[in-house]
């Protein structure tokens, strides 16, 4: 996934090149080279090459995009460098590809995660600095940073942006207003929100302290999958667990009715040995998670996705509470700690403790990651 969607910002960085107007390349107000020969220079040979070399995969990539930010995270997008004119405290919000050229005013840059670089100097870019005049500031992957302007300010953007007042001042995400800026899972949740996995609980809350139920993620790992469908199965049938250690039978729980937001995800996870119901026939939507559960889960999507998920002996012997790991999900924490998905809590594994939402979004940024 990490690699899909860093494919997809390298190919949205050379066709976002810029068209604003030319200056010579190497004077105070251009350090490093004009927008202008850089999209005729570089940008076009390297558009063309890219058209013909990946043709509707490219065109599929920059369709992934557009889902990811515009629908789903409501940024706009700047297909060339376009020109801003903005009031003091207003604030722009950038994302992974995106870059803001300061052409006058002042603005401060925060950098909530991620890295940003000047690539007119070569040189990372301080949360807190004060932007220089015409410096070129690229976000890269898994990059979310807000310029918040001092003075009335003019500029330049391209890539995915939101403009907003006071974002910086709200000291929370942009869309979740239960999510501080300074909280642990804050860059776990912008990863997850950013790329299609989870949704909020409301329009501007994600609950990051309600437990995980088993509906929930089985849609998590369902959409990461892509949503496919589940064919080939019919109720009754027979088939291999996704880890190759075991069969079960295709089931329909009568707990999962017909059109609920966690029905297709159930069918597609239950038809590919992601997930089994209960001895009683049941497969218990709401049920909250366990975190071990969660950990054999993950490891029967991996194994079905074609990874080696072989554990290590010891893997879990730096915590004193592996003895409370059940029989049933050994292999898979062992697997999940060895792997970094999982990496404990106070230095314990807290099998049998239930999974939080911003657990599992951290959970989540650390397998694709």
Known sequence: MKKAIAAAITLLMLVCAATASASQGGT???????????NSS???????????RFGAAALSAQTRLDKMFKDSARYAFAGSYTYLALSQDDSVAL???????????????TVING???NVSTGEEAASGEILSLSGRYFCTEDTFAIVTMGAASEGFVDGYYIIAADLV?????????????????YAAVDFVYRNGLFAGTSDDAFSPEVPMTR??????????AGKPAAQGNAQGETVADATGSGEHVIQTFDDVPAGEWYTDAVIW????????????????????????????IILRYAAHSGADVQSPEGALDDFPDMGAVSLFALDAMRWAVSEGVINGSGGRLLPQGTATRAQVAQVMRNYIG
Request: charged share 15%; aromatic share 10%; net charge negative.
């Open 169 to 185: 001042a709200s000291g929370t995400h942009r869309v979740f207003k239960d999510v501080a800026s300074d909280a642990w899972y």
């Open 42 to 52: 570089f940008a076009q040979p390297i558009r063309s090459e890219v058209a013909d």
């Open 269 to 296: 996870a239950n038809a590919n040995g992601i997930v089994t119901g209960y001895d009683d026939g049941l497969f218990r939507p709401g049920t909250p998670l366990s975190r071990e559960q969660m950990a054999t």
């Open 215 to 224: 509906a929930m993620f089985v849609t998590v790992l369902h959409r990461l």
């Open 28 to 38: 105070s107000k251009d350090p490093l080279v004009t927008l202008s020969h850089f």
């Open 95 to 109: 994302t992974a590809g995106a870059s803001f050229i300061l052409t006058s005013g002042s603005a401060e840059l």
């Open 115 to 117: 890295q940003v670089v």
